[in-house]
């Protein structure tokens, strides 16, 4: 079985400081990860996926994320919060279906805002 | 290349009506997915395809069939919508084993 906990439903940071999202996953399997994000009443946007390559993985606009196996962790961050990323932000782990494809497991997601 | 596209973006039933929704791509993905989208729940699977042809439950499958007659088509039916489908909808297809693309959503209410 696998799951994903996004351990904050909401966070809120001042434009121009750094962002932290949290992630705890579990998986029997050596998992791919995922981070999407959502803008209101928009689509799944993909920031960037771990694959079993470097631990350190960097996305679109700015966002990195680290594939701490130990801790079971997939942390998003970015240096500087812009008013653009106030979005939802979902971690997602996919593991292979024994018929074939992928079963992605989402987190709750995480509301970030960014205020002035 | 328009990738992923679903049909229509909202709509409004009343309990006991029926309903398709349309998935559609152009990338020639074997695998096509069904998920919902409720608040504080992120996003759980319907039903999933691996080829035309086949279908297959994944999570929360009551209440909802689908249809793979062709590769580029999905489509997901409610055949007696109930107040508890009122949900986000998304589509996504991918390459077996590959990154999932997904679709812009279709938002329903069932009154």
């Known amino acids: 079985a696998q799951s994903v906990t996004q351990l904050d439903s909401h966070v809120s940071v001042s434009e121009g400081t750094p962002v932290l999202l949290r992630c705890n996953y579990s998986?029997?399997?050596?998992?791919?990860l995922f981070w999407y994000v959502q803008h209101p009443n928009k689509g799944l946007q993909l920031l960037l996926k771990?694959?079993?390559?470097?631990?350190l993985v960097k996305g679109i606009n700015g966002f990195e994320a680290e594939f701490k196996k130990s801790e079971t962790s997939f942390p998003l961050t970015k240096p500087s919060a812009h008013m653009s990323d106030a979005a939802e932000y979902f971690c997602?782990?996919?593991?292979?279906?024994?018929?074939?494809?992928?079963?992605?497991?989402f987190g709750t997601g995480t509301q970030l805002k960014v205020e002035l | 290349n328009a990738g992923v596209t679903q049909t229509p973006k909202f709509r409004v039933l009343k309990t006991g009506q029926s309903m398709t929704l349309l998935c559609a791509q152009d990338?020639?993905?074997?695998?096509m997915y069904w998920y919902r989208q409720d608040p504080g729940m992120g996003l759980r699977l319907i039903h999933y395809?691996?080829?035309?042809?086949?279908?297959a439950k994944g999570e929360v499958p009551d209440g909802y069939n689908v249809s793979r007659l062709k590769k580029q088509n999905f489509l997901l039916g409610l055949e007696s919508a109930a107040p508890s489908q009122t949900s986000v909808y998304f589509c996504?297809?991918?390459?077996?084993?590959?990154?999932?693309?997904f679709g812009p959503g279709t938002r329903l209410t069932v009154l």
């Open positions: 996504a297809s991918s390459y077996p084993q590959r990154l999932q693309y």
């Open positions: 998986s029997s399997y050596s998992p791919s």
């Open positions: 771990y694959t079993s390559a470097a631990t």
């Open positions: 997602v782990v996919s593991i292979p279906f024994t018929g074939g494809g992928n079963k992605l497991t």
């Open positions: 990338m020639n993905h074997e695998y």
């Open positions: 395809s691996v080829g035309e042809g086949t279908t």
